[in-house]
Each structure stands twice: as structure tokens, then as C-alpha cells.
């Protein structure tokens, strides 16, 4: 009888607090949504943050750059490292220290980053606070999670495919990059969202690296604000929670929706994982 | 003649084969180059965090530097114990109330939800680990905050801010890997325990969580990590007063908290000292790093 009860108990203790994690996630989206949708507007998108003008457009073009400019550094190496993982590498030294290397470096808080950032790229090669300091930092930031899951992707092609490929009379490198690859892609693709996700949501270390600045970026070597930083400043500040809360309702959305289509991504590759094991 | 033609063209075919191996040996290390740009980065990150935040050590005296409650740029004074137990205290309660609802959620998930409830739950997760951590600090800083103002004063910047905002911010690490782990659990335990007339919730508490023991060993490291590594959210929530905690809701600044406060402003000594702040942050994450390594090394062993 005793032992029902404290089952029982225990049983609802568990619903109620599963249910408290779920409250939570809806708190803080109905939170920041419902104050934050009256203010945005077309102007609020599509202006830049000058004199009574407060718009986000220059924060918007900002984090569009850092995203292509870090991606298109840390992709190649990412992808390049994976392949040298999955297709090349022999059990031994050189492997393990490359593993340690990774797992390192997915270990590093981004306060450290931003540091180490700012220490090189900003004050010891003297790019100051620019695209190049913030991308460079960043791309290494996002590497693990690059490399990570662009190797899963690899370890998924079924090894018949490089046999049958190599079979052909195929090289090996015309197998990865005709066979492999190709099959990896969806992979490949959920390493990149997962790594813009990143990357949108990053304050820490672009504090440091590609600063504050509020005005439209020129060039690479300019210093901007993206939508994350923008709204640690209006938070930091607190002169406008308006600007802040709608801010923050357009980092909301942009999370969500990659989220979302970071999990279509995922449900297609196991959709393939399964359809070619049969 | 025609002997010669062939000689020629097999010749012509060894080049050409030899010629391909060639090649393949210089992709391949290509590849490795790729590979090694990992191990740089983690060389130069360990470099200079450590060569530019030591001298501000040993000028200061290691002993004044980790044990002086003082935190003073503008007289000289640089302690930071402040510092590091508001992180440690910070982590730990993070850990601590992170850890039980987390780990009754991956329960509830992996065990006694139904599965369309699961299909809710878990995008739900992974929308909690995408959140930017700054939303998280401003939404801390505007309800949570306020909250703990109305109840206790103070101001409501607290540690007890930090505590509920971390504890938040690390619940989708914990709860992702506990489940995966609990569900990892072979089916014949959970059978056996039933069959010998356990209830289910005994058979969770008794059976399964030993079993999966591991795996919420390596959650609550990587979210002590996590924690410990936040800086952003802390910020703005934790008062950020370099002075000891003395209760829950007394001020409190963390490490990376202390890094990225001053950064902006500081210089000669001071901002040295601030790098050494990293090196000492950057220590504790080694070391819950090799804690890590050392659970994933125990299981797999355990595997075998």
C-alpha cells in the first residue's frame, strides 16, 4: 500500500515537473513575443539606427555577413578535417591528438574565444575590431560543430557505395567527391544551420572582435553590431526596453525557424539511413 | 618499331598510374592539413591565453591573485576569489537544480510519456538549446529579477538570479543526453526488474537510472561546463559586485563575468589581470574537460 502511494507520488512528480520545463519554454516565447510584436514594424526592419531612427537593418545585414563570411572559412576546413577522419585516417597518434584538438575546442566557452580573439586577430595581427577578427574567431568557434556533423554524415554512406565506386575502377578521391559527398549533403547542410545558429545567437565573443559599431558595414575590416550584440546593448543600457523586446522577438523568430529547419533536415536523413539499409 | 611504340605507351601508362598514386598521396595529406588547422587553433588558444594572462600572475603573487577577497583596479588590489566562488556556487546550484528537473523530464520522456507527447517535448528542447543566451539574460533581467526583488529586496540581481537563469539555460544538455541514455538502457533490465514484481517507478529509480548512470554522469559535466562558461545571461542578472556571496540573494560576479565587464575600459596591470581571470576560467574547463574524458573512458571500458 505504502510502496502504491509513494509510487503514485512519484508518478506525479515526475508529470509536474516535466511540464514545469515545458512552461518554461512557452513562458519565455509568450514573454518576449507578446511585448515585442507591437513594436516591430516595416520601419523598425528597414531602417538604420541613426539620431530617432531605430531600426535593426544595419544589425540584419551584419549577421547576414558574419554568417557568410565565418561559413566560408570554417566549411571547407570542417568538411576537409571530416573527410580526413572518416575516409583517410589510420588508428594512431596523429588521430588522437586531432580528436583531442576537437573536443577541446567544442569545450572552450566563448568568453575564451573572444579573448584569445581579441588577443590575435584584433591586437596581434592588427585587424582590430572588424569582420576579419570577428569572422576569423567565430569560424574557429563553430569548427567542432562543423566537423562533428559532417562526420556523422560520412559515417552514414553505406560502405557499398565506396566499394561499389572503387570497384568501377574509381579513385579514391573521384569516389568521395562523386559518391560520397553527394550522399552526405543533408548532413553536410545540418552542420551549416546548426553552425548559423551558432552564430546568430553569439554575443560573447563579437563583444570583443567585431565590436559595437552601429553604423551599415562597408567592408571587412569595419566593425558592426549584430542582432545578438544589439540587443545585449539595449539590454546593458536600458534606455529602450521596446527596442530591446522586439529585437529579441526577431532573434526569437530566426531561432525557431532555423530550428525548424534544422529538424526537417534531420528527419530526411534518417528517412535515408533507413531506406538504404534495406 | 612497333615494340618501341608500346614500350613507349606502357611507359607512358606507368607514368601516368605512378603519376595518380602521386596525386592521391597529396590530397590525402591535403586533407590532413585540413585537419591539423583543429590542433593550431587549440595551440594558439592555449598559447596566448596562457603567456599574455601568467605575467599578470606572478606580478601580483599567485596567492594574492587566487585567494585575495579584493577586487580593487583602481587602488591595485587584484583578488578574485570573489570571482571563483561565485562561479563555483553559481555552477554548482545550476547543477544542482538543473540536474532534478532535467533528469525527471528525461524520464518522463523516455519512460511514461505517450509518444505524441514526446514529439512535443522534443522540438520543444531543442527550441530551449537554441535560444540565444542573451535572450535568456534579458528575459532573467526582467522577470526573473524583478521577482526576486518582490520577495526578498535587494534589488533582486542576485545569485539567486544567476542559479534559476543557468539552471534554464543548461536544462536542454541534461535532459537530451539523460533521455538518450535512459532509453539506451537494455530492454531485458527493465523486463527482468518487472518481471521480479517491481513497480515501474522502482523499476526507473532501482534499475534504469543506475543503469544509464554514465550517461547523466557526462550530462551534468557537460552542463557544469556549460555553466561555468556562460557569460552573456550572467551579466546581466548577477549585479556583478566583486565582493563573497554571502547568501542567495547577495550580488555576485563570476569569472567571465569579470572578463568581459571590464575588458572594454581597462589596461596596463588591470587588463593583464583580466587575462589571467581567462586563465583561470580556462583552467576549470580543462579540468571538468578531463573529468569528462575520464567518465566517457570509464563507460566505454565498462562497455567492453
Known sequence: MSTRIKDRLLYIIICAISFITLGILVWIMAYIITKGLPYISWEFLTTDYRGDREGILPSIVTTLYLIIISLSISTPIGIGTAIYLVEYSKPGKTIDVIRFAIVTLAGIPSIIYGLFGYMFFVIALNYGNSFLAGGMTISIMVLPTIIRTTEEALKAVPKSFREGSLALGATKLTTIIKIVLPSAIPGILAAIILSIGRIVGETAVLIFTLGTATGFPTSIMDSARTLSVHLYMLAKEGLSFEQAFATATVLLIITAFINFISSKIALNIKRFAMGSKN | ?304
Request: a positive charge; proline letters at 4%.
Open chain 2, 1 to 304: 618499331m612497333q615494340l618501341n611504340i608500346t614500350k613507349d605507351m606502357l611507359n607512358k601508362k606507368n607514368l601516368k598510374k605512378i603519376g595518380k598514386k602521386v596525386f592521391e598521396k597529396i590530397v590525402e595529406n591535403i586533407f590532413l592539413l585540413f585537419a591539423c588547422i583543429s590542433v593550431i587553433c587549440v595551440a594558439l588558444i592555449i598559447f596566448y591565453i596562457f603567456t599574455k594572462g601568467s605575467p599578470a600572475i606572478f606580478k601580483i603573487g599567485l596567492g594574492h591573485f587566487l585567494f585575495g577577497t579584493k577586487w580593487a583596479p583602481t587602488q591595485g588590489i587584484y583578488g578574485i576569489l570573489p570571482m571563483i566562488v561565485g562561479s563555483i556556487y553559481g555552477t554548482i546550484g545550476a547543477v544542482i537544480v538543473g540536474t532534478t528537473i532535467g533528469l525527471f523530464t528525461a524520464i518522463f520522456m523516455a519512460e511514461i510519456s505517450p509518444p505524441w507527447m514526446v514529439k512535443i517535448f522534443r522540438p520543444a528542447i531543442q527550441l530551449l538549446a537554441g535560444i540565444p543566451s542573451v535572450i535568456y539574460g534579458f528575459f532573467g533581467l526582467l522577470v526573473i529579477v524583478p521577482i526576486i526583488h518582490k520577495f526578498y529586496g535587494g534589488g533582486g540581481n542576485s545569485l539567486l538570479a544567476v542559479i534559476i537563469i543557468l539552471s534554464i539555460m543548461i536544462l536542454p544538455t541534461l535532459i537530451s543526453i539523460s533521455e538518450i541514455s535512459l532509453r539506451s538502457v537494455p530492454k531485458e533490465y527493465k523486463e527482468g526488474s518487472l518481471a521480479l514484481g517491481a513497480t515501474h517507478i522502482q523499476t526507473i529509480f532501482k534499475v534504469m537510472i543506475p543503469a544509464a548512470k554514465s550517461g547523466i554522469l557526462t550530462s551534468i559535466v557537460l552542463a557544469a561546463g556549460r555553466a561555468m562558461g556562460e557569460t552573456m545571461a550572467v551579466i546581466l542578472v548577477a549585479g556583478n559586485s566583486p565582493i563573497m556571496p554571502t547568501s542567495l540573494i547577495s550580488r555576485v560576479r563570476t569569472l567571465t563575468a569579470n572578463v568581459a565587464f571590464e575588458m572594454s575600459y581597462a589596461s596596463g596591470l588591470h587588463r593583464e589581470a583580466l587575462f589571467a581571470t581567462g586563465v583561470v576560467l580556462f583552467i576549470f574547463i580543462m579540468i571538468l574537460n578531463i573529468v569528462l574524458n575520464f567518465i566517457i573512458k570509464k563507460a566505454g571500458a565498462s562497455v567492453k
